[in-house]
């Protein structure tokens, strides 16, 4: 009785091609509604402070001048009309415009923004080229010495604290074999440190997703028939097995470069790499809020555009999911 | 191929040494954190400028009262070492007290009650997933001003997406057993279903997530503190000790390495401790 009071209906009773449609509608619905809670969470996270006038004029501000600057940026209004206009104008594309550095937001977020993707892109690629390899050795090897040392190699990324990674990089690779650049945006050598930085944090989950789905897919009919026909082994281990035990791992790295985006604002400041991370970060140091709530909701639509794009992908991928 | 693995099969749980190993750093950094101030050699906060920077045991030069050397105001690292421990024990442990009391309220009903509540649970964990963690904590911070409590509570009510997953997912499993069926033929209350019978029952699932969420907690306090927004000075964070001595550590690296070897072995430790936890209670930690 209890298991039948809470049994769902099937979601989907349609053929199945209609269905991803709907499946994909809903998700645009729920990003949308995701993406306005977030604007709530990041107006109401700015306002935390109390009074936004106070801070902004400075310590050494009169009175006067904090209604001057109170005026001025509108922060003498209902908060409701504050928001509303807010959400009104971003919805625009105007995302306001940033006290410290006297400029539009969304510019100043799109003139930042190159950077902190080539960081992110730099980072998934050099965590894909290293968990994929790890991740089909582990899997073909199972259960011996070198499964588990790519088990641990794997521990290892997940307890490496990324910022101290960084400082130790730049003292070895940069200073003492002066391989790499230690700082800044130059040229592409720049991007390799904190690349590698940043892909230890996409390592770990990477390997472990890419040795599970082989593991499954080695185990599984089609390989045994792949094996019967007498194919070689590369062809059954990268034709047959890595497609499959690609699916998943295609998905979670979309994911995964979301995650990345979002936590790059300690590596851009640890390399001194003036992407949105580190725009963020001057910008909590000097109060401008306008720059803090932007950043926060563009980050949070491109890691919500991301598990859309990694959904649409396994659709893509994987036939059985697309439908007859 | 498979048979063979079952035979041979990997060391698990208490067999496995990685397990001892993560139960003996857990262990120490435990015995660190709770008896801080009786086993540091010298006060962590006395600052002494003649003896500033002085090297470790294994360098030239060094001075036998401070083993592990001093810092640029003179303080001695190893009681400073020693102090970070508890300080990285204590905000990992209460985060995941918060976050924990968070997620598995979320989860727990979610998956129990299904429907319109279970929905409005899945929205709220993908709109947490979407939100930057470090960002917003950073901005919680930089606009509040930095201080333990207000530390613990940001980091509280931002990682509690793994606790609400594996609630809703375990709670979902064990609310279709016989048990539990059995419980309502009986007359139980909802609260008492949820309770005493689905509770208890996914409790083994929730202790894995939890030692991993400390791991999470204590690197997360560390790079805010690094960056300048968590623990505040003097208290010796290890994050806020590598943001300190970071510019000296081109000339001498090991006033950077001392405090990360540390929080990389403690996390280390704690992953190995809930690692080997998982396998003997055969529990899922990942959605």
Redesign the interface.
């Known amino acids: 009785m209890g298991a039948a009071r809470f049994s769902r209906a099937p979601r989907f009773r349609t053929k199945l091609a209609p269905a991803m449609l709907q499946f994909f509608a809903r998700r645009l619905i729920v990003a949308i509604l995701v993406a306005a809670t977030v604007m709530v969470l990041a107006f109401a996270l700015t306002r935390l402070s109390g009074d936004l006038a106070i801070s902004i004029a400075g310590p050494n501000a009169t009175q006067a001048d904090v209604e001057i600057v109170r005026k001025a940026y509108g922060l003498d209004k209902p908060l409701s009309v504050q928001f509303f206009d807010w959400v009104g104008r971003a919805a625009t594309g105007d995302l306001g415009d940033s006290y410290f550095f006297k400029k539009r937001v969304a510019d100043l977020i799109a003139e930042r923004m190159p950077v902190t993707f080539t960081l992110g892109l730099t980072g998934l690629v050099i965590a894909l080229v290293v968990s994929l390899p790890l991740g089909i050795l582990a899997a073909v090897r199972e259960n011996t010495s070198l499964d588990r040392g790519v088990q641990l190699v794997a521990l290892i990324g997940q307890a490496m604290p990324s910022f101290w990674l960084g400082l130790l990089l730049m003292i070895t690779l940069g200073l003492q074999l002066g391989w790499l650049p230690i700082s800044g945006t130059g040229s592409w050598q720049h991007y390799v440190m904190p690349g590698i930085v940043l892909a230890f944090s996409a390592i770990p989950a990477l390997t472990r997703l890419t040795r599970a789905g082989m593991i499954q897919a080695l185990g599984s009919d089609y390989i045994r028939t792949a094996r019967a026909k007498g194919l070689s082994r590369a062809a059954i281990l990268l034709k047959h097995a890595l497609r499959n035990a690609a699916i998943p791992v295609v998905a979670i790295a979309a994911v995964q470069l979301g995650f990345m985006l979002g936590g790059s604002i300690v590596i851009e400041q640890v390399f001194a790499l003036h992407g949105v991370g580190f725009l963020a970060w001057e910008s909590i140091g000097k109060n401008d809020f306008p720059v803090v709530q932007a950043v926060v909701l563009v980050l949070a639509v491109i890691y919500v555009a991301l598990t859309m794009l990694a959904d649409l992908m396994n659709a893509v991928l994987d036939p059985r999911l697309r439908g007859p | 191929?498979?048979t063979v693995?079952v035979i041979?099969?990997?060391r698990r749980g208490w067999r496995s040494a990685?397990t001892w190993i993560g139960a003996a750093i857990v262990g120490v950094a435990t015995v660190c954190a709770i008896f801080a101030p009786l086993i540091v050699p010298h006060d962590p906060f006395t600052q002494d400028l003649s003896k500033r920077l002085l090297p470790p045991f294994w360098m030239a030069g060094t001075n036998p009262d401070h083993l592990l050397g001093t810092d640029q105001l003179g303080r001695d690292y190893l009681s400073r070492l020693i102090w970070g421990c508890r300080i990285s024990m204590l905000i990992g442990i209460t985060v995941t007290i918060v976050s924990g009391l968070i997620g598995i309220t979320l989860g727990v009903l979610g998956g129990?009650l299904?429907?319109r509540v279970d929905d409005a649970v899945l929205?709220a964990i993908?709109?947490r997933?979407?939100?930057?963690?470090?960002?917003?904590a950073?901005?919680?911070v930089?606009?509040?001003g930095s201080s333990m409590a207000l530390l613990v509570l940001t980091l509280g009510l931002l990682l509690w997406d793994r606790f609400a997953v594996v609630a809703r997912s375990t709670t979902m499993q064990v609310?279709?057993l016989d048990f539990?069926?059995a419980?309502?033929?009986a007359g139980c209350s909802r609260a008492r279903i949820l309770l005493g019978e689905v509770l208890p029952n996914i409790a083994s699932h929730l202790v894995v997530v939890a030692t991993l969420e400390i791991?999470l907690a204590i690197?997360l306090e560390?790079?805010l503190s690094?960056?300048g927004?968590g623990v505040p000075p003097p208290l010796p964070s290890w994050?806020l000790m590598?943001a300190e001595a970071?510019d000296y550590?081109?000339f001498s690296?090991w006033v950077?390495?001392i405090p990360?070897v540390a929080?990389?072995v403690l996390?280390?430790g704690i992953?190995?401790l809930g690692?080997g936890l998982r396998d003997l209670f055969g529990a899922r930690s990942d959605p």
């Open positions: 191929m498979s693995s041979t099969g990997p990685g129990f299904g429907g929205f993908t709109t997933l979407s939100i930057p963690v470090v960002l917003v950073l901005a919680v930089g606009l509040l609310r279709n539990v069926a419980a309502w033929c791991a690197l560390a790079a690094f960056l927004l994050g590598i970071k550590m081109f690296p950077i390495v990360g929080l990389f996390v280390l992953n190995l690692d």
